[in-house]
């Protein structure tokens, strides 16, 4: 079998494109003690990861969410029931900020997504955080 001189240069070219690691995603069920309409989460997210919270509510009850984060890059989005990462939003925190009330629209599972933006992600920071999280 006759190999040429561009098939080692395209393998080679091939061979020492660095893995890209995927991105991590980790999933969260959101709790509330017995007789509370709240809680606060604390963690943190590193790089392009992101932790996904996933509460339920019913429609049309009062909605509060608020993050503080010791990174301005960090982030939440919220998203309705059957909706999640890669749908659109209802609410987009670096958009509309890092506080969120309104109403929620149906009943079902809500996913309140924590991320970095792209440029503290890319330089792999981090940022520890608080969720603050009401549902009346």
Do not use: C, W
């Not at 061979?15 to 999933?27: G, H, M």
């Not at 790089?47 to 919270?53: E, L």
């Not at 993050?67 to 998203?79: D, W």
């Not at 909706?83 to 209802?90: F, R, S, T, V, Y």
Request: without cysteine; glycine residues 12%; aromatic residues 10%.
């Amino acid at each position: 079998m006759k190999i040429t001189l561009f098939t080692v240069a395209f393998m080679g070219a091939i061979l020492s494109i660095p893995a890209v690691a995927k991105d991590e995603v980790r999933n969260e069920q959101v709790h509330f003690e017995r007789g509370t309409n709240g809680t606060t989460v604390a963690g943190s997210v590193k790089g392009y990861a992101s932790i996904n919270y996933t509460l339920g509510a019913n429609s049309e009850q009062s909605m509060r969410v608020s993050l503080e984060a010791s990174n301005a890059s960090a982030y939440f989005n919220i998203y309705a029931p059957g909706k999640g990462p890669g749908d659109e939003a209802m609410f987009v925190g670096s958009m509309g900020g890092n506080s969120y009330v309104g109403t929620t629209p149906a009943k079902g599972s809500y996913i309140i997504q924590v991320y970095l933006m792209r440029n503290a992600a890319r330089r792999n920071e981090t940022a520890n955080y608080k969720l603050h999280i009401g549902i009346d």
